[in-house]
T-cell receptor
Framework: ETGVTQSPTHLIKTRGQQVTLRCSSQ?????VSWYQQALGQGPQFIFQ???????GRGNFPPRFSGLQFPNYSSELNVNALELDDSALYLC?????????????FGQGTRLTVV | DQQVKQNSPSLSVQEGRISILNCDYT??????FLWYKKYPAEGPTFLIS?????DKNEDGRFTVFLNKSAKHLSLHIVPSQPGDSAVYFC??????????????FGKGTKLSVKP
């Protein structure tokens, strides 16, 4: 059973605003990865945090940033929102880097930018 | 080039029959593949995986076949059940580029199993 929780579940923002999405990782997991899933697409890797440090980044602009806290929970921040940022944002937690089979996904945050 | 492709957006099968979901990839260096299942309003859930040293991996009703020469894998579900109705994603860990180990996903195939 996944223990990854994301908040909020749904969010509507206006273009140009900033948004913060939160992820609580499964107990004992020290790695969090964030993915963006646009409509009709598979999840796209945004970045990964391992022990509070960014540990890899996908092809996303700097206005996508993140944090990982000492309890391994994480935030995804997006500045200057654009209409194309509308998507489902998923976080996945795992133990250690690259342990993809043990990565558990949260239910996602549905972001709509209007 | 590191791509994973699922060219069938949807598949409909009758309950009890076999479901075959297909996936192609572009880089012969991929050495591990995963299938995830996703229900609406839930995150993806790991289903089954296969290493490139194998050509088949089976787990209950789910079997994944890997054809390395064709750079193709498929997920077989036998027998299909209505509860299998979901979106299925094929994925592979990225090989290089500063984010090793993170997943490259296909676009997914929506499976509908009709009673």
């Amino acid at each position: 059973e996944t223990g990854v929780t994301q908040s909020p579940t749904h969010l509507i923002k206006t273009r140009g605003q900033q948004v913060t999405l939160r992820c609580s990782s499964q107990s004992g997991h020290n790695t969090v990865s964030w993915y963006q899933q646009a409509l009709g697409q598979g999840p796209q890797f945004i970045f990964q945090y391992y022990r509070e440090e960014e540990n890899g980044r996908g092809n996303f602009p700097p206005r996508f940033s993140g944090l990982q806290f000492p309890n391994y929970s994480s935030e995804l921040n997006v500045n200057a929102l654009e209409l194309d940022d509308s998507a489902l944002y998923l976080c996945a937690s795992s133990l250690g880097q690259g342990s993809v089979t043990e990565a558990f996904f949260g239910q996602g945050t549905r972001l709509t930018v209007v | 080039d590191q791509q994973v492709k699922q060219n069938s957006p949807s598949l409909s099968v009758q309950e009890g029959r076999i479901s075959i979901l297909n996936c192609d990839y572009t880089n012969s260096m991929f050495d591990y593949f995963l299938w995830y299942k996703k229900y609406p309003a839930e995150g993806p859930t790991f289903l089954i995986s296969i290493s490139s040293i194998k050509d088949k991996n089976e787990d209950g009703r789910f079997t994944v076949f890997l054809n390395k020469s064709a750079k193709h894998l498929s997920l077989h579900i036998v027998p299909s059940q209505p509860g299998d109705s979901a979106v299925y994603f094929c994925a592979a860990p990225r090989l290089y580029g500063g984010s090793q180990g993170n997943l490259i996903f296909g676009k997914g195939t929506k499976l509908s199993v009709k009673p």
